[in-house]
């Protein structure tokens, strides 16, 4: 039913003394009507969104639909973005976002207010499939109104787990880093497992980390392999930088490599 593209890995990791990170997965659905973004980043991704969205031959104008798990700056901010696009967030989440003061927290309190109001915004209740063979769960936890999407539909099927499940340590653990409720978080990570081995082949895409499968033991197995480093400027030539690889594939290095 749909062709799916990952237009940005998530990244499973922190920062360790600058914030979150906040480099979330974004995913591209296809069809013949429509074009599906599920979850939209911060303003980091912006230029690379746009060149990976352009390198596919699409327009910030034929996005027909921006998903979004739950409001918190790392998916949410770049709705803006996509002007022709419905919105689709959780009621239960924009309700709650909405009835939040500013205060030190990921929530974007004035992204937050304008997708309140917003006439392009439909709100999604659990359980509903709201766009053809997407349907949501709740998975309260993370922040009290998250959802889960599943793709019934396609072959094969997939999961889409935001921040109910940002990473593979999540779904090993059983534990959850960030939540407002480990309770509710525990409950909505059985949720996922169950949905997950209920059909083989499976792909879960997670908020902040590569796709997986379960392999033969039923252990998630990542599928492809993680981009990610650190450029900076140590020395006092600007075209001189120090490059860090923070992939995981490899023990991480400092290099030194002129621009150009």
């Known amino acids: 039913m749909y062709r799916i593209d990952i237009l940005q890995q998530g990244f499973p990791g922190k920062a360790v003394c600058h914030g979150g990170l906040g480099w979330s997965t974004i995913a591209l659905l296809r069809s013949d009507r429509h074009k599906i973004l599920i979850d939209v980043g911060a303003f980091n991704i912006?230029?690379?969104?746009?060149?990976?969205?352009?390198?596919?031959?699409?327009?910030?104008?034929?996005i027909t639909d921006v998903v979004l798990t739950h409001a918190h700056y790392d998916h949410a901010?770049?709705?803006?973005?996509?002007?022709?696009?419905?919105?689709?967030?959780?009621?239960?989440?924009i309700e709650w976002a909405a009835a939040q003061p500013p205060r030190f927290d990921p929530l974007p309190e004035l992204y937050?207010?304008?997708?309140?109001?917003?006439?392009?915004v439909r709100r999604i209740e659990p359980q509903q499939e709201f766009l053809p063979g997407l349907t949501a769960?709740?998975?309260?936890?993370h922040t009290p109104g998250s959802l889960i999407f599943?793709?019934?539909?396609?072959?094969?099927?997939?999961?889409?787990?935001?921040?109910?499940?940002?990473?593979?340590?999540?779904?090993m653990s059983g534990k959850v880093d960030s939540s407002m409720d480990d309770a509710a978080s525990a409950a909505s990570l059985d949720?996922?497992?169950k949905l997950w081995r209920a059909k083989a082949g499976t792909l879960?895409?997670?908020?902040?980390?590569?796709?997986?499968?379960?392999?033969?033991?039923g252990k998630p197995a990542y599928l492809g392999e993680r981009q990610a480093g650190i450029s900076a400027w140590f020395d006092p030539d600007l075209e001189v930088t120090t490059e860090f690889d923070i992939s995981g594939n490899a023990v991480p290095v400092a290099r030194r490599s002129a621009i150009g």
């Open 112 to 120: 937050v207010a304008a997708l309140a109001k917003e006439p392009r």
């Open 150 to 171: 599943h793709l019934a539909a396609n072959e094969p099927q997939i999961i889409f787990s935001g921040d109910a499940a940002k990473n593979r340590a999540e779904l």
């Open 77 to 93: 901010i770049n709705f803006t973005l996509f002007p022709k696009a419905t919105v689709w967030i959780g009621r239960a989440e």
């Open 46 to 62: 912006r230029k690379p969104l746009e060149k990976r969205l352009t390198a596919l031959g699409l327009k910030a104008d034929d």
């Open 204 to 217: 879960l895409i997670p908020g902040h980390d590569l796709a997986m499968k379960l392999d033969a033991h």
């Open 191 to 193: 949720l996922i497992w």
């Open 137 to 141: 769960h709740a998975a309260p936890g």
